[in-house]
Each structure stands twice: as structure tokens, then as C-alpha cells.
Nanobody, 126 residues
Framework: QVQLQESGGGSVQTGGSLTLSCAIK????????MAWFRQALGKEREGVAG???????KYADSVKGRFTISQDTGKNILYLQMNNLNTDDSAMYYC????????????????????WGQGTQVTVSS
């Protein structure tokens, strides 16, 4: 079983940066695939970035070159560094975990993840 808690959201202006964190509590040690998703008002949840247990990453085209997903396995924290933010990045951001490995194709597929955090709000203003 895994518990996730996001933090680091806030309000920034266009072009600004934020770093989101996701504290991971695992009751039984196992390798996990982790990802960040976001959901804006009136829109479907979309995958932003995923990271496999071996460190391989995948990004949505809309954030490539601006966002970086990383994981501190010693501290059990997942990060999302977000640079050059724009208004389209405004959303509730969620971290998600799935035990074991996922095919790369599914890294940003929300249906493949069973564990979710409560979310942290990111608002970007022009």
C-alpha cells in the first residue's frame, strides 16, 4: 500500500517556475512507477510526466523541455520541476503510483495507476 501527499503548488506569473513535491509512504517495499498528472477545470486529467523505477522518463509534448520529473529514492520524494510556466499549465496537479513496471506506452495513462495523492493547485497568471 502506498500513500502520496503533494506539496509546492501556488500562484506564479507567466514565465515563472515552481517545484512540486510528492511525499511517498510505502508500507511494503516494492518498485513503483511514478507519474504526475494534472486536471484543469472542465478538462480531462492528463499525464504530464512519468518515471520508471529504473529512472527512464516520459513527458507530454506540451511540457517537454520545460518540466523535469525526478525522484529522491532515499527520501521517498517525487519532484516535478516546472519552468517557463504559461497559463495553460494552470491545473490541479496529482502524483500517482503504480506498483511494478508499466509499458512505456502507458506511463502517462491515468487508468494504469491505482494510488493517487490529493493534489496541489498551480495557477499561472499573465
Amino acid at each position: 500500500q502506498v500513500q502520496l501527499q503533494e506539496s509546492g503548488g501556488g500562484s506564479v506569473q507567466t514565465g515563472g517556475s515552481l517545484t512540486l513535491s510528492c511525499a511517498i509512504k510505502i508500507s511494503t517495499y516494492s518498485a513503483y512507477t511514478m507519474a504526475w498528472f494534472r486536471q484543469a477545470l472542465g478538462k480531462e486529467r492528463e499525464g504530464v510526466a512519468g518515471i520508471e523505477s529504473d529512472g527512464n522518463t516520459k513527458y507530454a509534448d506540451s511540457v517537454k523541455g520545460r518540466f523535469t520529473i525526478s525522484q529522491d529514492t532515499g527520501k521517498n520524494i517525487l519532484y516535478l520541476q516546472m519552468n517557463n510556466l504559461n497559463t495553460d499549465d494552470s491545473a490541479m496537479y496529482y502524483c500517482a503510483a503504480e506498483r511494478g513496471s508499466l509499458y512505456r506506452w502507458y506511463l502517462l495513462d491515468s487508468k494504469k495507476y491505482k494510488s493517487w495523492g490529493q493534489g496541489t493547485q498551480v495557477t499561472v497568471s499573465s
